[in-house]
């Protein structure tokens, strides 16, 4: 098992990473200045962009009093609705006031965090405090960014970008126009997902509905029109807060904390099939696995669900401590990583993938999780005093090729010397699967990291992708040479089944488990 | 099997011989005997009929085979009259003998097996229930005459209700009983190979005639003897019970011991159920009279009244001293009763001395025993059946040993005898095999000689031509020839087309680079030419057979359909009965009349018309349901479907059903509703019957309903049975999906009866009128009658008509819910068999067929399933044929899959060449033309619709062609409910669309219309998949027809051609008209794409397929087919993109809010182009620089390269 205790210690501040090469993580001052042995040694590679987004620059929704709500709220709502609101609002003032966080929280975000707390004090009234929690959770780790959905393309090098003032940015660095996207129903944006095996669709999760964009990349326009945007919207199920494209394009599932059933869009069709089970409440994110045969979907209780997308049957997971906080799939989909809630370790669970062509039906899953790597905190000796690392786990992302996992560990926001940081994991599946330090991604001062992403499809190694609550997006690259299988340097591949490597790691399952006790 | 059971045999029998008898001789003897011999029986009886020995085995051998012998005959379907007409033919001495053996059952002789198999009947089940009705009925009216016959009170009444309720209790017992254990056996059997099962005939028969020991039975009980009723039924119990378990033993023997003793129990439960049931129902004991207290007391009661009143106190003694003196009589009474029940007391408590003193014999008895066993234990170590150390010899243990032995060694030589005969089938099939590839290999052979042949006429030719130049070289060099100046060029230029022509035909530049190819290809052409008559020389017959097995996947799919909405039927009429009887006021009154009204006699029988209607609705279901919808392209089109004589025939239907549903609801609702006439008086003081308006409202509601119902089918294609993206199991999709059923439900039947009350608002005279006239019944003049407003602004009325609508529509969108649900699961059809007889139900096979469509589609997203899932399955398609090492599966696939793309892109091409050709004239009435002139009926609506183009167009040969064809039989579009392309109504676009769908083979688009063929190299600059798909060059005589037309243009053609354009002018200008004939936004849009989810499951099956080949094709198969399958692809996308900047294509269609028609049969477009760009990006992302490897034209590859860059 891995801790933090085995890592290089933190840089000093004004040091940021640049990138790993030669096996150890380089930093410098300047983002300009790069060293010379990285521009020497690693191919040159079109570098992508780094954007930054002051919070001036937005025309953002400036309200803090209660009482000019209406002026804000949109008229498209029912009477009926307003009523509610209104209700609501004399109601749950009181509420809201308990929460001194939330109104921290308040004072600087848009409507759809409001949105999203009011809905909560409710459903803290009528529910339970569960999903609450999950939903202010999630309004505090992005309220301070203006960066609120970041989307890498699964094959090319564009990305979308959604910002606080609910409008969609679409970079590429082969052309020069960067369309913005925006649609009247386009309201409080919590994320953005690319289609695979398709050059132009975007789905995009609304408050009220999910949209798919289809962006045309020949096009000029920067602005392209509403029409070009399908809208998929149910009754019931909103706010959605994920989404996830199946990996073959086929298939779009959605998800919301305030609804049990996490829907299945056949976009073409703009039908859904809702998958309902009972207990949970809700349902925080989605997340499916790169082979397409699994989803996880956890709920804000204690317990997550499995979903295999054969015939959609579902595997319950109860913790023990707190809900699942967040979750990544290894490429191959056999092995998934997820953290809980008041917990500070990394757990596994190793998925067989049942004999395709017999259908049983029942996959026989793996009987309980493994802790692989432990996160506690841990004090370093720098030379500007002492940095505690280490904590609760905000989320992980593991690259395409299965060789790095980056885990946001969340700090904490008062205390100065424990600040949110990346930490940096080798991840080996062969002879046993381990998780090996590599070190810390910093940014510069003042700055927490608040969202990462991999690029789906870098070509020496991999590329982490993160936005700083200070608005700037940076890219880490890490240069290496793939140890496992080589993936023919074809972007996409990680579709292909890849029989060979599932039975080694069916081989080592045993191994694996020994290690772990 | 045997082995296990024995030991615990053997040791019983032991035991009761040593008891019996002390030689040991003897006892080996007994055991062979008693032991040996039931187990034969039994499995002669049940399993392998080849096996056993003696007379009853021999008559079970030899049913069995006629059995078998008889499935093959073909028998009529199950709708028919000569069905059932079979089933009554029979002759007397069998039904006697049938009864015989009911009644007398032996252990061994199955009933069905020996006296059934040959053929069950109706006829004795239907005469022994009836028979047992009637013994019922008059034998409990007798027997209740005979036990009131001393009273002086009572007056006889033949009670004839004892027939309704004994023949409704009979007959649902004789019908749903054996239906419910034919299911279970049928779903037993599925799950457990069992090798016994009976037909849903013979189980009815069985239990017919197992009622027959009741008849004597019942007869007995006349005689108002407790005992003797009692004795009967268990004797009868006996009887007839053990019939039914000796006749189901062996059916449910191999399953789970629970099942077992589920099925037998549940089996003898209901048996034992209906005879005291009938017992205690019929035959009442007598009662004893009343205790004389009550009355006493009354009196006493009622005196005590009187005195407080203080009417006379005369009268009040008198009465006291007259109750004194009850009271006397009744204290004596009361004492003698006590000494009675004392006498009683001390008789019990000598019992009770006496008993103990049995205990206490018992007890001794139980020591003697103990004693006895010991010595018998002593005896058997002296035989030797316990190994004693002084016995050696041969034991009776070592006897039995022996025979396991011996048994053990006869299975081991049994199953060596199995091993030898599947070598020596695989011995066969190989010499098949190798038979098969010998003729190959000659075809081949032939093939090549062929090419030889023709290379060398080629080589003859060139000879000639080359000698030709030659004379001609020298015909120049030879200047002082002379001949006309003007002849020698034109010659000349005569010659040199000649030879270009030749040359081009003849040899292609590329000749000698692709004939590995082409001669690969002929060898395949003339594989699947020789390859059907190797496969045995009936093959037509099997073709005919296996598409009765397959056909039938989807009967046995709808019968469980069926069978599920029948057995939900019961719980939804509770509900409905709880809510269309529940006041507020009085619930728990309420619930306990909804009980008692479930469990009469009347609600069992209105359940059972309720089924009935629900098998019929099913049955509709699968007769009427498509894979395909029709779309109407106008709304002429879509009155034409309404009028047509099928959708009557299922109009008339579902009204019936309605009028049956509604009765039912009427009988069940119960009040004001429950009869058409009641008994009234007229003004003038004379009764009459009167029609009750209430129920005949209800009744002509639920016509009303099952009208609407049909139609509002037709327009939302509610027959169209849609697959679904995401698999689920069935329970689960029919959970998801049944809020949505009971919302469609509500709001339609509102709908619906909005409707209808406006209706009989203004109509509802009509019906009253008639029904008073023909039953005789009388208007009440008293009651406000109901067609008015007031009359229909009653609440409750309507509370009630909604309630018996939803109820309606609920339980018919139930079936057709789990019918969609049950037919659209997914279905394995294996890739390959190892037998040659089922080659026919693989899936390379199913997806070329035609018939039924169902299959095909079925067979089609198995395939999308397999090449995404399933890596074991795809390994089978990308393997080669053992003995010749071709591709045959993919080979297969693949050309199936091409062949639908590109039968697909031909659609659009036409299409789009139609409305670019006359993209002003699209809204001309098309339909109108048929007024004008007869002999414009004739052509096909293709040239209809081009008609700026001159007349004589349609007078060629090559659309009378076309026509022919679109009027032929076998268009896999005419599925069920399409009207026929020659009706009237169906507008000539309609048919222009579904034309082209139905020539599959690729010949067809080069002969069907000149035009297109004209307009098709623009789009297919290559004229490789052309090629590829086989096709023969065109025939010239459809290429030169034009030609010869133009020199004659008709005068008749000239003036019919001015009348039709004066005549549409006119009509132009009517409004209805142009409201009728106005083709619908984007419905033919619709209309192109409406199979598209075949192609949809094509393209993702391919697309995995090649995606799959890239790591797991090991012999390179796909390689050879990629570039055809590219530019197929490609091509499409072009047509698609082309199609969709047609105005209308892109314009989504109105969601609507709640329908139990499918709609995504209207984004079917979408979903394709969506799917077929994915299919594209899927191969290139696979590919990736590998493709530039590929061979390709220039145009497609550019394209291509835009995929590749994610530009698209």
């Not at chain 2, 749903?176 to 009815?204: C, D, H, Q």
């Not at chain 2, 490609?1130 to 329908?1155: T, Y």
Request: proline share 6%; net charge neutral; glycine share 4%.
């Amino acid at each position: 098992m891995c801790s933090l205790a085995l890592f290089p210690a933190p840089l000093p501040d004004g040091q940021t990473t640049l990138c790993e090469s030669n096996n150890e993580l380089l930093s410098g001052s300047d983002a300009e200045e790069r060293p010379k042995q990285v521009r020497s040694t690693q191919p040159q590679e079109l570098s992508p962009l780094s954007l930054f987004f002051p919070r001036e620059s937005l025309k953002l929704h400036s309200r803090t009093e209660s009482s000019s709500r209406a002026a804000f709220l949109d008229h498209s709502e029912t009477l009926w609705m307003r009523s509610a609101a209104a209700w609501w609002d004399t109601h749950t003032h009181t509420h809201t006031h308990t929460h001194t966080h939330t109104h921290n929280c308040l004072s600087n975000i848009g409507l759809f965090e409001d949105y999203i707390i009011r809905a909560a004090t409710v459903s803290r009234r009528l529910l339970d405090y569960s999903t609450f929690s999950a939903l202010f959770t999630f309004c505090v780790a992005r309220s301070d960014c203006v960066v609120r959905a970041f989307a890498w393309h699964p094959h090319t090098d564009k990305f979308a970008v959604a910002l606080l003032d609910d409008s969609i940015k679409i970079y590429n660095p082969k052309s020069a126009t960067t369309p913005t996207l925006k649609h009247r129903l386009q309201r409080s944006v919590a994320a953005v997902q690319w289609k695979p095996l398709c050059a132009s669709a975007l789905a995009v999760a609304c408050q009220n509905c999910v949209l798919v964009w289809h962006v045309d990349p020949c096009s000029l326009s920067t602005r392209p029109s509403s029409g070009c945007a399908q809208v998929l919207s149910h009754p019931g199920h909103s706010p959605v807060t994920s989404i996830a494209w199946s990996p073959s394009g086929s298939l779009l599932a959605s998800a919301s904390p305030m609804d049990t059933a996490v829907m299945v869009w056949d976009v073409a069709a703009e039908s859904c099939v809702p998958l309902q089970r009972v207990g949970g409440g809700g349902v925080t994110f989605l997340s499916w696995s790169p082979d397409g045969s699994h989803v996880l979907a956890p709920t804000p209780s204690a317990l997550f669900r499995v979903w295999e997308t054969r015939m959609w049957t579902c595997e319950r997971w109860p913790c023990v401590k707190g809900r699942c906080q967040s979750g990544c799939w290894s490429p191959d989909g056999s092995r998934l990583l997820f953290t809980v809630q008041g917990e500070t370790v990394i757990y596994a669970l190793t998925f067989t993938d049942a004999p395709a062509g017999i259908s049983t039906g029942t996959s026989k899953g793996p009987q309980a999780a493994a802790v692989v790597a432990d996160l506690s905190e841990t004090s370093f000796n720098t030379a500007h005093g002492d940095v505690i690392v280490g904590g609760e786990i905000q989320s992980l992302a593991w690259d395409p090729r299965g060789e790095r996992l980056a885990v946001l560990l969340k700090g904490d926001p008062q205390a100065a010397d424990r600040p949110a940081i990346i930490a940096v994991f080798k991840t080996r599946t062969n002879p046993v699967f381990e998780l090996l330090p590599c070190g810390f991604v910093q940014g510069e001062a003042d700055a927490e990291p608040r969202l990462m992403q991999f690029h789906p499809s870098f070509q020496h190694g991999a590329l982490l992708t993160v936005c700083w609550s200070s608005g700037r997006i940076t890219h880490v690259p890490f240069y290496f040479l793939s140890a496992g299988v080589p993936h023919f340097g074809l972007s996409g591949s990680p579709l292909l089944p890849r029989p060979q490597e599932r039975c080694s790691a069916l081989a080592n399952q045993s191994l694996f488990t020994e290690m772990i006790s | 099997m045997a082995s296990a059971n024995d030991p615990f045999q053997f040791q019983e029998f032991e035991e009761a011989g040593n008891l019996l008898e002390a030689n040991r001789d003897a006892t080996t003897i007994s055991i062979e005997d008693e032991d040996v011999k039931p187990e034969k029986q039994r499995r002669a009886a049940g399993l392998n009929p080849a096996a056993g020995g003696g007379d009853d085995e021999d008559a079970g051998d030899y049913d069995d085979k006629t059995e078998l012998l008889s499935g093959q005959q073909k028998s009529p379907p199950f709708w028919t009259f000569e069905y059932y007409q079979q089933f009554f033919d029979i002759e007397t001495h069998h039904v006697k003998e049938r009864i015989i053996g009911s009644v007398l059952p032996w252990p061994g002789k199955n009933f069905i097996q020996v006296y059934l198999r040959r053929n069950p009947d109706l006829y004795g089940p239907f005469w022994i229930c009836t028979t047992l009705v009637f013994a019922i009925a008059i034998s409990g009216n007798i027997s209740n005459f005979l036990v009131h016959l001393g009273k002086p009170n009572y007056k006889y009444t033949p009670e004839f209700q004892k027939v309704t309720i004994a023949a409704t209790a009979i007959f649902s017992y004789a019908w749903l009983v054996p239906f419910a254990l034919w299911g279970v056996l049928l779903w037993r059997n599925n799950k457990t190979m069992n090798l016994v099962s009976y037909s849903f005939m013979e189980i009815i028969c069985v239990y017919g005639y197992s009622l027959s020991i009741y008849i004597p039975a019942v007869v007995l009980w006349i005689f108002p003897f407790e005992w003797l009723r009692w004795c009967s039924i268990v004797v009868a119990l006996c009887l007839s019970g053990s019939v039914l378990v000796m006749t189901f033993w062996p059916a449910v023997r191999d399953d789970h011991p629970k099942v077992i003793v589920a099925i037998m129990s549940a089996v003898v439960l209901f048996n034992i159920l209906l005879a005291v049931g009938c017992k205690t129902y019929f035959f009442s004991k007598p009662e004893p009279a009343l205790p004389a207290n009550n009355s006493s007391v009354a009196v006493v009661i009622k005196t005590t009244m009187a005195t407080s009143n203080g009417k006379g106190e005369k009268v009040s003694k008198f009465e006291t001293l007259k109750l004194l003196e009850k009271c006397r009589k009744e204290r004596d009474d009361a004492m003698h009763r006590e000494s009675v029940l004392r006498e009683k007391l001390r008789q019990y408590e000598t019992r009770m001395r006496s008993t103990e003193g049995l205990k206490q014999k018992l007890k001794t008895l139980t020591m003697d025993n103990k004693e006895l066993r010991k010595q018998v234990k002593a005896l058997r170590t002296e035989i030797g059946l316990e190994c004693s150390p002084k016995f050696n010899g041969k034991t009776t243990k070592d006897i039995i040993y022996d025979l396991h032995e011996k048994e053990r060694e006869c299975t081991s030589m049994v199953e060596k005898a199995g091993k030898l005969s599947l070598t020596i089938d695989d011995l066969t099939s190989e010499l098949a095999n190798t038979v098969t590839s010998k003729t190959l290999l000659e075809d081949q052979v032939q093939s090549l000689q062929q090419n030889l042949k023709d290379m060398t006429n080629n080589q003859r030719r060139l000879l000639k031509l080359w000698e030709d130049k030659k004379a001609q070289r020298e015909q120049f060099a030879l200047p002082a020839i002379t001949q006309k100046p003007g002849q020698r060029p034109f010659v000349h230029k005569g010659i040199q087309t000649e030879m270009s022509v030749s040359t081009s035909q003849k040899l292609p530049v590329n000749a000698f680079e692709t004939k590995p190819f082409s001669r690969d290809k002929d060898s395949k052409n003339a594989l699947d030419k020789h390859s059907f008559p190797t496969y045995g020389n009936g093959y037509h017959h099997d073709k005919k057979t296996f598409m009765h097995d397959d056909a039938k996947v989807i009967c046995w799919r709808a019968a469980a359909s069926i069978a599920w909405a029948v057995l939900l039927l019961p719980p939804v009429t509770a509900v409905f009965v709880i809510l269309s009887r529940f006041s507020l006021l009085h619930p728990i009154h309420t619930i306990s009349e909804c009980f008692s009204l479930l469990t009469s006699a009347g609600a069992i029988f209105s359940l059972i018309l309720l089924c009935g209607v629900i098998l019929m609705v099913g049955f509709l279901n699968l007769e009427y349901y498509t894979v395909i919808p029709t779309i109407a392209c106008s709304k002429i089109a879509l009155l034409g479907q309404l009028l047509h004589p099928r959708q009557f025939v299922n109009s008339s239907a579902h009204c019936i059903m309605g009028i049956i549903v509604a009765w039912c609801c009427a009988v069940t609702i119960g009040g004001r509703y429950e009869t058409i006439g009641y008994p009234c008086t007229h003004s003038d003081g004379s009764t009459h019957m009167c029609l009750n308006e209430y129920h005949l409202i209800l009744l002509l509601a639920g016509a009303f309903v099952g009208f609407s119902h049909s139609l509002l089918g037709v327009i939302h294609n509610m027959n169209f049975v849609s697959f679904h993206t995401v698999q689920q199991y069935k329970y689960l999709r029919f959970k998801g999906s049944l809020p949505l059923v009971v919302k469609c439900s509500a709001t339609q039947a509102l709908y619906s009866v909005r409707n209808y009350v406006v209706v009989y608002f203004f109509l509802g005279y009509i019906p009253k009128a008639w029904i008073c006239k023909t039953l005789n019944l009388h208007l009440n003049s008293s009651i406000h009658p109901l067609d008015s407003i007031a009359g229909l602004l009653d609440l409750s009325l309507l509370y009630h008509l909604w309630i018996s609508a939803t109820f309606l529509l609920f339980t018919w969108y139930i079936t057709l819910l789990l019918f969609r649900i049950f037919v659209t699961e997914v279905y394995n059809f294996p890739v390959q068999s190892s037998f040659t007889e089922e080659a026919h139900q693989c899936l390379p096979k199913v997806l070329t067929d035609k018939e039924p469509m169902i299959l095909k589609f079925l067979a089609l997203q198995d395939l999308a399933l397999l090449s995404q899932h399933s890596p074991s399955r795809r390994c089978e398609v990308f393997s080669l044929s053992q003995p010749g090492g071709h591709p045959h599966n993919w080979n297969a696939i693949s050309r199936e899959c091409l062949s639908l793309l590109a039968d697909l892109t031909q659609r659009l091409v036409a299409y789009h060449d139609t409305v670019a050709t006359n993209g002003r004239a699209k809204s001309l009435s098309t339909g109108s033309e048929r007024k004008t002139s007869s002999e414009t009926s004739v052509t096909s609506g293709t040239e209809d619709l081009m008609s700026p183009r001159p007349t004589l167009m349609m007078k060629t040969p090559a659309s009378v062609f076309a026509r022919s064809i679109v009027g032929g039989p076998q268009s896999p579009l005419t599925a069920p409910f399409t009207p026929d392309l020659d009706s009237p109504f169906a507008s000539p676009s309609l048919r222009r669309l579904t034309a082209p769908v139905e020539q599959c083979s690729p010949w067809h688009g080069t002969v069907q219309s000149p035009h297109v063929m004209r307009r098709v190299p623009k789009l297919w600059s290559t004229s490789t998949d052309s090629q590829a798909n086989g096709s023969p060059p065109p025939s010239p005589a459809s290429v030169a027809s034009p030609q010869q037309q133009t020199s004659k243009p008709s005068l008749l053609a000239q003036f019919l051609q001015n009348r039709k354009e004066q005549v549409k002018h006119f009509l132009a200008k009517r409004v209805l008209i142009m409201y009728l004939f106005n083709k619908l936004p984007e419905a033919s849009s619709q209309a192109l794409f409406a199979d598209s989810q075949a192609h949809i499951w094509a393209l993702e099956g391919i697309s995995y397929l090649i995606q799959a080949s890239f790591s797991e094709d090991q012999f390179g198969v796909v390689q050879t087919a990629l570039p055809s399958i590219l530019s197929c692809m490609l091509v499409l996308q072009e047509a698609v993109d082309r199609h969709f900047k047609l105005p209308h294509a892109s314009s989504k269609p109105l969601r609507s809010a709640s329908s139990m028609g499918d709609p995504t049969y209207k984004t079917l477009r979408f979903a394709l182009r969506a799917t077929l760009k994915t299919a594209i990006y899927r191969i290139t992302t696979t590919f990736g620089d590998h493709l530039n490897a590929v061979q390709m034209s220039a145009e497609h590859r550019k394209r291509l390269q835009q995929f590749v860059e994610y530009k698209d």
